[in-house]
């Protein structure tokens, strides 16, 4: 089955770091680019980062710049966002979502499910 | 950076037609996405390049542009239409970008 599976969310307390992995099954995470889109509880869905096939190329939303970092490791299939100096502003359910392929094609054509991160003293 | 303007709301009755619009001065150069988002779960695609369909999704949800603003219309709405929708664009510097979101209210 092709899917996503986010895991590494929880508690932390404001200045603390986590670490989310985004698992890719059923096809080759490296023949594309990766993203992850964050969505605070009752509100709407927040574009968070972008990363090409080998991490040489990454893009982040103004809010988060200097503070996350992405990565991946193609051989085992998996991404994943480092999340430091988090505030309580961060407090999110985090997907991972999969870009579609071929040029000019700037949409998500597959998610994960989430995982929740909450920031809180 | 740029925003995508949603309406917070939208309702309509069963059998009638919504139309959820969503407006930027960037949209002339670039092109719009949908997704439908339900209650505790990831979102899914409805429309891409403003008006294609992928394969799955029904006939009845089509996309337009006019200028600055694109239009997702759905046409005789049934209570499973009820949801969050976005719209979703990108630049050529690779910042994406998420509508605020609409609440589709079938009444």
């Known amino acids: 089955e092709v899917q996503l599976v986010e895991s590494g969310g929880g508690s932390v307390q404001p200045g603390g770091s986590l670490r989310l992995s985004c698992a890719a099954s059923?096809?080759?995470?490296?023949?594309?680019?990766m993203h992850w889109v964050r969505q605070a509880p009752g509100k709407g869905l927040v574009w968070v980062s972008r990363?090409?096939?080998?991490?040489?190329?990454?893009t982040f939303a103004d809010s988060v710049k200097g503070r996350l970092t992405v990565s991946r490791d193609n051989a085992k299939n998996t991404v994943y966002l480092q999340m430091n100096s988090l505030r309580a502003e961060d407090t999110a359910v985090y997907y991972c979502?999969?870009?579609?392929?071929?040029?000019?094609?700037?949409?998500?054509?597959?998610w994960g499910r989430g995982t929740l991160v909450t920031v809180s003293s | 950076s740029y925003e995508l303007t949603q309406p917070p709301s939208v309702s309509v009755s069963p059998g009638q037609t919504a139309r959820i619009t969503c407006f930027t001065d960037a949209l002339p150069n670039q092109y719009a996405y949908w997704y439908q988002q339900k209650p505790g779960q990831a979102p899914v695609l409805l429309i891409y390049?403003?008006?294609e369909r992928p394969s799955g999704i029904p006939e009845r949800i089509s996309g337009s542009r006019s200028g600055t603003t694109v239009t997702l219309t759905i046409r005789g709405v049934r209570a499973e239409d009820e949801a969050d929708y976005y719209c979703?664009?990108?630049?050529?510097?690779?910042?994406?970008?998420f509508g605020g979101g609409t609440k589709l209210t079938v009444l």
């Open positions: 990363m090409n096939h080998d991490a040489s190329i990454t």
């Open positions: 059923g096809f080759t995470s490296r023949a594309y680019w």
């Open positions: 979502a999969r870009e579609a392929s071929g040029t000019g094609n700037w949409y998500f054509d597959l």
């Open positions: 390049k403003d008006s």
């Open positions: 979703q664009s990108a630049d050529s510097s690779g910042t994406w970008v």
